[in-house]
């Protein structure tokens, strides 16, 4: 199993549906690892502080 694998089942079994974030060169493994299972929705953000923004609104 590969960190961003772990990292994605990790937010499933906390029962997170709604990913706020970055998409970039670092996390791009672990959003191609939520995309592929397609119960996790992902939502990216131009900046660290919309995402929080983001989540907190949620």
Do not use: N, S, T, Y
């Not at 549906?17 to 992902?42: C, H, K, N, Y």
């Amino acid at each position: 199993m590969k960190v961003h694998e772990f990292i994605a089942g990790a937010l499933r079994a906390e029962a997170c549906r709604d990913r706020f974030g970055l998409l970039g060169d670092g996390a791009l493994p672990l959003w191609a690892g939520i995309a592929q299972r397609g119960d996790l929705r992902l939502l990216p953000a131009w900046h660290e502080a919309a995402a929080v923004a983001m989540a907190e609104g949620q």
